[in-house]
């Protein structure tokens, strides 16, 4: 009997290590109640994670009447990978180790004048600069994971680019990346990333399902079910900024109508603000994400016309993801991405008061609105634990 | 090592023995290939099956070079399921077998005027009646599946009812009728029902992610990734009915604004179609899902203004269709429920021609529209399977 339940539990070592890491110090009989998998069944499981060093026994606690738990937990340092998020205007490099800990940061300009070819070069000796500024090697990395706005060719390890990375359809990012790094990577959605990011550094709790709304230059979502990214049939789940919130309104580049980015990304509100009169002189530089951070502080700080526009932009992200989960039905929202870093706290605010009152389950349950650990780098942790998760149990 | 695979394997029996439905009959080899489990897990998994008579061997084919496959199959008479749909004008009744087979079906108007406990009543005899014409008996079903329009409460086993069910969110729905059966019972949401009814039925391949868009008197969907249903947090997942179309139009019985359903439902076009004159007299009875049955037969057969109606509703319906798709990433959208039955057509065309032009991900794959194969019946058969499911296969 405990032989066909181990064979039918969904269980994977995967899903082991992230309870192991989200829930850890953790005794083997709490591991098996929270993953519905036999005692067998875990401590099987366990015994090969232990040898490969990948967790460790770390004390013991007394329990009812019988004999004491071992407690186990994640060996922070018993890998590594490196996580690289290609954004329209920066590229942000993070080293991570298997609890989600970030054990380096490196942050560099994007060149656009660049081929994806030339970028890729330029992305292995930034991966470099960084792992010698940190007295490690590439030998000593898992892989890496790259991520980039989508729509994305999972399958084939590509990205489409958009119009501020230019046309990357036909360039074998993975295969190129690998090539020069000689180490396996895996290429992802920015906003799947992201959504593993906040789940990989402990901020969401393992049986939920959330979304992790991320605004950079765009909009988009990645969403986690029961602590696996939900994917969809190639990669290009969450495409929340091109969710129509206007079937009739303006033509989007996408080829769809009224879509969300259209009316709340940060390069609306700043037009806006310039169309209405904002001065941005002594702003430098000018750039769109730097004069969206300033509206955005002017709103905190309670600038009417400011607070005005961040605000329209917030209920309009609140539609977007009033529909996401009217269709997903999700526990929890995360805002993340450095759209969200400075005036988080006013999209937290609309998102919360519209699902309070118009998500169509609001009498089954709540959904919870929270805002994101580290918004800015969310995306590249993600990259990296998706590599980690990907080398250390890939599927049979 | 196999033992070590085979704990983390994502197989549950349930997978299996959909495999061997909608793929048998099929040899344990290829099961293994689809199900990417080690062939001692699926030997093991079908042993179990096999003593359990669930499933048979059917034959043999010559492999190459090696010694004969046997070919395993779903017996289709090993159990049987109660499915009821409780909809707002009717109640449909089927029996079906384990491989999705209808024994038996029942169709009666439902009374508004009776209270849930009465309903409840109303339905365990109707369902004796169709037992006793079938010459079965009650302790031969493994159960009763009940579905009906969302929201629902799903771990409570509860519907919350609307303006035309009527107010059940106080009524214990799945103890009630388990208690008048002496069965057991699950309760779900039709549209889940629906696709996992087309899924049941045969009509998608196992690998796909696909949302059956069911339209009854409201607009709802269910949604199936690799196989099971993608329930949410509460079940509650699929509401496409209230995906909002227009943030700022008119305010929906859900709370929202410019939901679809506003746009697009039957009773809308029925209201239209009178705004604009449309003759209906001689139609009898002259209840909604009639004239919306008249008005689809008259656009199928050319008739401008019914035409222009009935095109207008599918255009609304594949804007909600997009959004569904690109937040979810499916490979195929399969139409179903009485809204369809007649002019289904005009519906799978406008919804090809929005994916095909708008769709997000559109260069990384196409999506699939199809019509269902029971529309009627689909959400009646899919309450049937989701009880032989649930008690042939329950969780650890």
Chains 1, 2 share one sequence.
Not at 119 to 125: C, G, K, L, S, Y
Not at 157 to 186: A, H, Q, T, Y
Not at 285 to 296: G, H, K, Q, V
Not at 305 to 316: F, K, N, T
Request: aromatic share 6%; charged share 20%; net charge neutral.
């Amino acid at each position: 009997m405990t032989t066909w339940q181990r064979a039918r539990g969904a269980a994977t070592t995967s899903q082991l290590l992230d309870v192991v890491r989200s829930g850890g110090p953790i005794s083997r009989v709490e591991i098996s109640q929270r993953m519905n998998l036999t005692p067998a069944a875990v401590s099987f499981i366990v015994r090969g994670l232990l040898e490969q060093g990948l967790m460790e026994e770390v004390g013991r606690v007394a329990s009812n009447g019988g004999k004491p738990r071992t407690l186990l937990a994640i060996t922070p340092g018993a890998r590594y990978g490196v996580g690289v998020h290609l954004g329209s205007e920066e590229t942000i490099y993070i080293v991570s180790n298997m609890a989600g800990g970030v054990i380096g940061r490196l942050c560099c300009a994007r060149r656009p004048d660049l081929s994806p070819s030339d970028t890729v070069d330029t992305i292995a000796r930034d991966i470099d600069v960084l792992l010698n500024a940190l007295g490690m090697k590439r030998e000593g990395m898992v892989g890496v994971g790259i991520v980039a706005p989508g729509p994305i060719d999972y399958p084939a390890g590509r990205i489409f680019g958009n119009p501020s990375l230019g046309d990357w359809s036909s360039f074998p990012l993975r295969d190129e990346l690998s090539l020069r790094m000689n180490l396996p990577v895996v290429v992802d959605k920015d906003a799947t990333a992201a959504a593993i990011g906040e789940f990989w550094g402990g901020r969401v709790d393992a049986p939920l399902s959330f979304a992790c709304v991320y605004m950079g230059q765009g909009i988009g979502s990645g969403i986690v079910v029961d602590g696996s990214a939900f994917r969809g049939s190639t990669s290009n789940a969450g495409e929340i900024g091109h969710v129509s919130l206007d079937v009739h309104g303006e033509l989007c580049r996408c080829g769809n109508r009224g879509c969300l980015e259209l009316f709340a990304m940060p390069a609306t509100v700043v037009r806006r603000a310039r169309e209405r009169g904002m001065d941005f002189s002594g702003v430098r530089p000018a750039s769109e994400a730097r004069l969206f951070d300033e509206i955005s502080r002017r709103a905190i700080n309670q600038d009417a016309l400011a607070l005005e526009l961040v605000r329209e932009s917030a209920e309009y992200i609140a539609e977007g993801v009033l529909t996401l989960v009217n269709l997903l039905d999700l526990d929890q929202i995360v805002l993340g991405g450095p759209g969200f870093a400075v005036a988080g706290a006013i999209y937290v605010q609309a998102i919360r008061a519209t699902l309070e009152h118009r998500f169509f389950a609001r009498r089954a349950h709540a959904v919870e609105v929270q805002f994101s650990k580290h918004p800015r780098d969310a995306a590249a942790l993600g990259a990296s634990a998706l590599v980690l998760q990907h080398e250390l149990a890939p599927r049979p």
